[in-house]
């Protein structure tokens, strides 16, 4: 039986549940605006908000959060045991622009050990380790050097330790460079998860993702702006039409103070107490939301083809 690596130990993979595949606890955007709304450092304030998916009925959550985004392996492993939640925690860097001036310096090799050290000894000497690789980002429409780097070292730190591959691209198709990238590496697409398809709204380049064997991260779903929701759910109609439910992973990414309940967004429970009316709307049964919320994020995470 596959297990999958929580901030608190391993866990059976089936004892996953419901799991938000890509979401934020504790996050530092300041590089992107210097705003209090892009830092998430109030632990009691994230547990108020994150007490309410698993009021909700939640059991997991992926923590896409890595090193130079302000990551607390510690503070994510006390909101874990304090919730009861099973929560996952990403390794290596983000983008460019939230990367430490020595990754300009280091070789893949040097970027790969320390991923490896994440997942199999503990971030930075806490003793909680990495149970994904990700999220791996390209900040610009191409991936810079540096991120290809970072890229390769994720690929090859995948094959040391079998972990999942979690990729960030935003408002262009630089995902299927990302892929080609990795398949040079010879990863295996059935271990990668697209994130933010919905950002490149285009059902060919969705088509294309899935043909190469990868996941579709639709993880940007909220209902405090009806027009992206409408898009994101003809986005999801169109790949289910297509045959790729099996394909399919949903989330938040709470990543802005405005995005909690507690400051008027949607927090980390929409998915679980309000999306299905909305997917009712394109077709979605209980039986192809408990795929999509269940099933699909523990063979994602595991590899597993059933």
Wanted: a negative charge; one cysteine or more; hydrophobic letters at 35%.
């Amino acid at each position: 039986m596959s297990n999958v690596m929580t901030v608190t130990g391993p866990i059976d993979a089936n004892l996953l549940g419901f799991t938000l595949m890509h979401e934020h606890l504790f996050l530092d955007l300041l590089k992107d605006s210097w705003s209090v709304n892009n830092l998430l450092y109030e632990p009691e304030l994230t547990y108020v908000e994150v007490k309410r998916f698993k009021e909700a009925g939640g059991i997991s959550i992926v923590d896409q959060t890595n090193r130079g985004l302000g990551q607390k392996p510690v503070e994510v492993k006390k909101l874990a045991e304090r919730t009861g939640l099973n929560i996952i925690l990403g390794c290596g860097w983000y983008r460019e622009p939230y990367y430490e001036e020595y990754l300009n310096r280091w070789y893949v090799e040097q970027i790969e050990g320390q991923m490896v050290a994440d997942i199999t000894e503990g971030i930075d000497g806490s003793g909680v380790k990495a149970g994904i690789i990700g999220e791996l980002g390209a900040h610009e429409k191409w991936v810079s050097p540096v991120e290809e780097r970072v890229l390769r070292a994720g690929a090859r730190a995948h094959h040391k330790t079998g972990l999942t591959i979690a990729t960030h691209g935003t408002n262009s198709p630089v995902a299927l460079d990302q892929l080609d990238i990795l398949k040079e590496e010879k990863v295996d697409f059935n271990r990668v998860v697209i994130g933010h398809c919905g950002s490149w709204p285009y059902p060919e380049f969705h088509e294309e993702i899935v043909k190469r064997g990868a996941w579709l991260s639709f993880d940007n779903l909220s209902d405090t702006n009806p027009y992206e929701l409408k898009k994101c759910l003809r986005l999801i109609d169109h790949a289910v039409k297509a045959g790729n439910l099996d394909r399919i992973l949903f989330s938040h990414d709470v990543c802005y103070r405005t995005h909690y309940v507690s400051y008027g967004g949607c927090g980390y429970d929409f998915i679980s107490t309000r999306l299905l009316d909305h997917l009712a709307g394109i077709g979605f049964t209980d039986e192809m939301f408990y795929q999509v919320m269940v099933d699909n994020p523990r063979r994602a995470l595991t590899g597993d083809v059933s």
